[in-house]
Nanobody
């Protein structure tokens, strides 16, 4: 079992910045990949950023160059630094942890944190 708790969401003006945090607990050593996803009303959940256990990162074009994913293993926490925010970044943001193949590649999700970009 892995438990994930997001924090750091809120209201920000266009062009502003926010940093989201995802605190992990439980069977952390079994995690292979962690990621941030977002979902706006009426849309499908989409990948925002992901990072592997060895630090390889991946971003979709929509956020590349604006968002940075990182992890602090000493604090069991993953971060998403979001800069140059746009109204279209408004969504509920979720963190996800995926266990390694040996552990069945099981996925765990946090409860989400709302990000609203508006003037």
């Amino acid at each position: 079992q892995v438990q994930l708790v997001e924090s750091g969401g809120g209201l920000v003006q266009p062009g502003g910045s926010l940093r989201l945090s995802c605190a992990a607990s439980g069977s952390i050593g079994r995690i292979n990949v962690m990621g941030w996803y977002r979902q706006a009303p009426g849309t499908q959940r989409e990948l925002v950023a992901e990072i592997t256990s060895v630090g390889i990162t991946n971003y979709p074009n929509a956020v590349k160059g604006r968002f940075t994913i990182s992890r602090d293993d000493a604090k069991n926490t993953m971060y998403l630094q979001m800069n140059s925010l746009k109204p279209e970044d408004t969504a509920a943001y979720y963190c996800k942890a995926k266990l390694g193949i040996f552990y069945g590649s099981r996925e765990y999700w946090g409860q989400g944190t709302q990000v609203t970009v508006s003037s």
